[in-house]
């Protein structure tokens, strides 16, 4: 592996530094019906009064269809069994309900999942599933690849192919529940007229389910597909729909600070910042939207995060690479600043996850541990976390569609060849 320290500070860094990816259009199904998938309730009612539904009954239809696709999971018209028989086939004649499809599967020996999904127009996208004793947590993409470049990062080096939509999105906490065998059984109301069945959205945490969290950490940057993951995280929330707590769903940014407040105020979940750096040379050249969003700028917007409290604190990410950002005064300057900004913060010491040709190493388990006790002494929680799945490259950073990735052949040529280098 290539050491650190013969990085040239000023080397360039490829690809755009200030990103403003225009989402690109999503190709329409060739079938002509519409994926239900992803829609708020009142726009499904809008689309069965198009279809030819009175305003009233395609309202109660759309509360009804609603509640079985989100509440239930079912994946066809035909299961909706309090939905009038011949009912059913109108409904599959005009719509689908998606869910992307799974291309692979796999499990770490840790016990931690990785799926490779592909969208209906033909991208691939990964999501993973971290199982712990007391909790099992779903790391959810917003993206297909990324336009950050952070260079640790190896969704990092794959181009920006498009925007998840909010039925990709919300889809695959629907695909880990199929997986996971985890909707609820129980009977649906009979009765049209009784369909009051929203539930405590606490009962969906405390039963025994395996999958209890939700981050939004997984490819993309979620505030560059703003609309799409507040739309999507509405449907988690809903408590007629996947019926999540927000305190069960961070979503992490490497800090697109105009969307921050909008983030709080219009979804509301917890707030996780891939900060990762304290200095604005390092920073700029690890987490290059540095150069367009500086430090102060971003930490100002966390003190300003709407909801953030010593209860529900900000998780600072904050990756540890060797020589580049984990001496001891890069930890008192971590303290400093989150005092100075007097934020209600946690921090996340993450060992550095390697790919082949990664420009970086993971610094030395003391180093991290000394790293870990500075800030820790100042009083801020500083867990180090223990990477997951990455025999099976499902570890934090590591995610990249398999169509993109070199062949192992490949990788162990350009490995043999840098260490070569290196003499
Ligand atoms: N774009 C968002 C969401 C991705 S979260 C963000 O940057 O926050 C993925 C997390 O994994 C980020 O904190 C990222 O910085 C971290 N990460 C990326 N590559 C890594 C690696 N090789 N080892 C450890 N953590 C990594």
């Not at 990062?153 to 880990?176: D, F, S, Y």
């Not at 009979?190 to 969290?213: C, F, K, M, P, W």
């Not at 540890?320 to 996340?348: F, G």
Request: with cysteine; hydrophobic share 40%; glycine share 8%.
């Amino acid at each position: 592996m290539n050491a650190p320290t013969s990085l040239p500070v000023s080397m360039p860094i490829p690809g755009h530094i200030d990103p403003v990816p225009v989402p690109r259009p999503v190709t329409p199904r060739e079938d002509g019906r519409t994926d239900l998938i992803g829609l708020p309730r009142p726009q499904i009612a809008t689309l069965f009064q198009d279809a030819g539904l009175d305003a009233k009954a395609a309202k109660l239809r759309a509360k009804q269809v609603f509640h079985w696709l989100y509440h239930r999971g079912v994946t066809e018209f035909e299961a909706m069994t309090d939905i009038a028989k011949t009912m059913r086939p109108w409904l599959a004649e005009r719509f689908v309900i998606g869910r992307p499809d799974v291309v692979e599967a796999q499990v770490s020996t840790d016990g931690t999942r990785k799926w490779l999904l592909r969208t209906a127009d033909g991208h691939d996208f990964e999501m993973v599933f971290i199982p712990d004793a007391d909790r099992g947590t779903l790391c959810v993409s917003s993206q297909v690849g990324c336009t950050l470049n952070c260079r640790f990062c190896h969704t990092g080096t794959m181009k920006l192919v498009r925007n998840l939509t909010p039925g990709e999105i919300v889809g695959q906490v629907m695909l880990a529940r199929d997986a996971l065998g985890e909707w609820p059984k129980g009977s649906m109301a009979s009765a049209a007229d009784d369909l009051d069945l929203d539930e405590d959205e606490g009962s969906y945490t405390a039963d025994g389910r395996l999958l209890t969290n939700i981050v939004m950490m997984g490819m993309g940057e979620p505030l560059y597909n703003f609309d799409n993951v507040r739309d999507a995280l509405k449907l988690v929330m809903d408590g007629d729909g996947l019926a999540l707590s927000k305190r069960r769903i961070t979503l992490s940014t490497a800090g697109v600070v105009p969307m921050m407040a909008r983030a709080g105020e219009e979804i509301g979940v917890n707030l996780a910042v891939s900060l990762h750096a304290v200095t604005k040379d390092v920073r700029d050249e690890i987490v290059p939207i540095n150069r367009k969003f500086g430090l102060e700028e971003l930490l100002q917007a966390c003190a300003d995060y709407p909801g953030a409290s010593n209860a529900r604190r900000i998780t600072f990410e904050y990756v540890m690479l060797k020589d580049r950002n984990d001496s001891d005064d890069d930890a008192r300057e971590l303290v400093r600043l989150i005092k100075q900004y007097k934020l209600p913060a946690k921090v996340n010491l993450i060992p550095f996850n390697p790919w082949p040709g990664a420009p970086y190493e993971c610094s030395t388990p003391e180093r991290v541990k000394r790293f870990a006790e500075i800030v820790f002494e100042a009083g801020i929680s500083a867990p180090v976390r223990t990477p997951r799945g990455r025999d099976i490259d499902a570890a934090c950073g590591q995610l990249k569609t398999a169509a993109e990735r070199r062949s192992r052949a490949e990788m162990d040529r350009l490995v043999a060849e840098k260490q070569a280098a290196l003499g």
